[in-house]
């Protein structure tokens, strides 16, 4: 049982984890902490947390476990606003979707990284966000990663580890650079290519009449293209290496097919669409099993 | 009424186009035909059709009307099989998603473009295919194209604007170049993203764990590449040109944003999303709007 929990971003991370953690009856008080008043007062309305502090280091103090989860840039300057403020034995985790520039920020403001924080990403999220998004069943099946590093503190581990068992999530750890590669892969790259996508059609001139005749395939493409641009901007800058090895090699991939449809080369067209909808297909069953599993 | 409807590709498009104007009382007698007898005699099983016939010729024997449901590549080899078999006065429709391509194969095989003949794209479907997939409301709210020509008999283009109007869609006439750019723009291009992505990640060292680590955006995102292959190799072949303007033009655009990753440029990065996030906004408000509509 978390005595104390906060919570510094109370967006649809913060809150639908603060909602999961109350629903299972696993912290007894939630403070909030962020930049927005209007939306900590909104989260205080919603019953997501019980009070807020504007002064991020106001709000750590007497917490047993906090939780930051504003988007990568500001990651620095509330780990430097808490660093002083801390209860002995507090733990801190992040939710940031980039570990290495997580880390980067925490050896900045704390002097190296402490062994009670615990770098953690949950692999959920939708394209909405901001509090009134979150909901409590958002983290339900879904995977979270942790990288902790060598001098993390293993009962800081099994705190944040257990945080997260109790809100619905499966947990599994990873070294840092690996899960910045797997990310780029499966998240920081479709984002790219969703915004680039809807950015060239709307900057045709009869844009608004395609996207009249846009249909439900279009529809699912493009969700993500509806994400918050300040996270996702940050995002792009903090995984930047491997966003851009991903970049590249899809490149490599959209030129092969491009010079297939030029060459109007059928059984290149025929074998790569087949094999990546093997590959699709694959995935979206063991997802299913995953999600609607026992 | 339509007496006698015949259907040659009973798949998710011709099946869905039978269940939905069978439940609307819009036709008598449903006979379908196409390659697969395994596929049609299920197709009876389910009461999408009446009865088959495998030669393409017998099936459109008396019917009204005869709409020609088969992957682009296979046209050109259904309008030579029926050209001579036709009742006097049938009309035939087809709901190719590249137009130009398909006119071309109806001028091979029938010498021309004949006043009968009423080119038609319903805007519609899922990743799903096969009768097995189709259902009577997969038209309700969407949009159906026609692209008439001069000689294109009036009574004929209304036959087939009613029969889709029966079946729940809106019905709006294009140019079919227009027809063909607007796809290009908001279908073709999407399908080859999302293979591209899909080929890539699946041809990756570590793929089977990249796939494990996708979330939800990952499988909205890539669920077009789910798609039947055949049907998606015909189209990159019938709507080549258009395709590979639009592929230049994402390239473009994919260009920029990769130029400012690297060069870490913030502010051109949030002006991207930004405007992207705007118009997907714009695009997934009205086209709720239409798809729930009085």
Redesign the interface.
Known sequence: MIERLCIIGVGLIGGSLARALRAAGACREVVGSGRNEESLYRAVELGVIDRYELDFGSAVEGADVVVVAVPLGAMEGVFRAIGGRLAPGAVVTDVGSAKASVLEAARAAFGGIPPWFVPGHP?????RSGVEASFPGLFEG??V?LTPLAQTDRAALECVRELWERSGAQVVEMAVAHHDE??A???H????????????????D??E??????????????????????M??DI??AN?DA??V??E??????GH??R???E?D?DE??K?????????????S??GATRNGP
């Open positions: 692999i959920a999220g939708t394209e879904r995977r990663i797997v990310l892969a499966t998240s790259l479709p984002h790219l290519l969703a915004y680039a996508l809807v950015d060239a059609l709307a900057r045709m009869e844009s009449e395609i996207f009249r005749y846009a249909a439900g395939g279009f529809r699912d493409f493009t969700r993500i293209a509806s994400s918050d641009p300040t996702w901007r792009s800058l930047r966003i851009l991903m970049l090699r899809f490149g490599e991939v959209l097919l491009t297939a449809v030029r109007r059928a067209l025929m790569v669409f087949s094999r990546a909808k093997a590959a699709r297909d694959r995935y979206a063991k997802d």
